[in-house]
């Protein structure tokens, strides 16, 4: 029965998927970060940044400023973010530290998609354990389908996408993101996603939400009610940035 409702996923999964990498070919958005704390969207795997020009664009209406960090290698539409995410979040950490001092704040908010959350949640960790140094505190983080939990094939997965191996239940790199779950205000988990099993997407059934009808990609290339409905739960529970 499992197997049967897994499969009967995959067409929302598929469409969902094709989405996603139609909406890497978009030239990104050039979005205004303002201070005291703007909101950082972070993208996850197969993902430019543009990928968030939806929601992002949403997450303004509701007046929250936003700002996305440029693709992770390698960088080329749907083979963007397949990086380790130690890199990613490196390379993350880097840009956060230089547009914070550019832009003049030292505090932001981040909500991550998939992969994104990890990452955010790891830079925090490479910047308490005093690994690298950033200006920019991350005070509260969103996660939307995050694979906390690690994700179902990824071992085998990893001999062909090097971010799978950070994606292995019980690896040092998913120890390093759960020590930072202190941090983390809400996890908006996909009830219906075919990648990631939903009870792996979340670290505390007390800060979570299920989004009933949503694909692992409807938060950020879903349709416009599920896009609406993903701003006004990252407002919800990230507040306006005052």
């Known amino acids: 029965?499992?197997?049967?409702?897994?499969?009967?996923?995959?067409?929302?999964?598929?469409?969902?998927?094709?989405?996603?990498?139609?909406?890497?070919?978009?030239?990104?958005?050039?979005?205004?970060?303002?201070?005291?704390?703007?909101?950082?969207?972070?993208?996850?795997?197969?993902?430019?940044?543009?990928?968030?020009?939806?929601?992002?664009?949403?997450?303004?209406?509701?007046?929250?400023?936003?700002?996305?960090?440029?693709?992770?290698?390698f960088y080329y539409s749907a083979l963007a973010n397949l990086c380790r995410l130690p890199q990613a979040a490196a390379d993350f950490i880097a840009w956060l530290d230089e547009i914070g001092r550019r832009r003049g704040f030292s505090e932001v908010d981040v909500a991550g998609h998939s992969n994104g959350?990890?990452?955010?949640?790891?830079?925090?960790?490479?910047?308490?354990?005093?690994?690298?140094?950033?200006?920019?505190?991350?005070?509260?983080?969103?996660?939307?389908?995050?694979?906390?939990?690690?994700?179902?094939?990824?071992?085998?997965?990893?001999?062909?996408?090097?971010?799978?191996?950070?994606l292995v239940a019980g690896c040092d790199t998913l120890r390093r993101v759960e020590r930072q779950g202190g941090v983390v205000a809400h996890s908006l988990v996909a009830q219906g996603d075919f990648l990631v099993p939903p009870v792996n997407q979340f670290l505390s059934s007390s800060t979570m939400t299920v989004m009933e009808g949503f694909q692992h990609m409807d938060f950020v290339v879903g349709g416009s009610d599920k896009i609406e409905r993903t701003a006004g739960e990252i407002v919800k529970w990230l507040g306006n940035g005052c």
């Open 117 to 166: 959350s990890l990452i955010a949640l790891l830079a925090r960790d490479m910047i308490d354990g005093g690994e690298v140094e950033c200006s920019v505190k991350m005070r509260k983080v969103l996660t939307m389908a995050a694979p906390f939990g690690g994700m179902p094939n990824a071992r085998v997965l990893a001999t062909m996408i090097p971010c799978c191996r950070d």
């Open 1 to 73: 029965m499992t197997t049967l409702r897994q499969l009967g996923r995959f067409p929302s999964f598929f469409r969902g998927s094709l989405n996603q990498t139609l909406a890497t070919l978009d030239k990104p958005l050039q979005f205004e970060p303002l201070p005291p704390r703007p909101l950082v969207l972070v993208p996850g795997a197969f993902c430019t940044s543009s990928v968030m020009n939806r929601l992002g664009r949403k997450v303004e209406e509701l007046g929250r400023s936003v700002c996305v960090p440029p693709s992770f290698a």
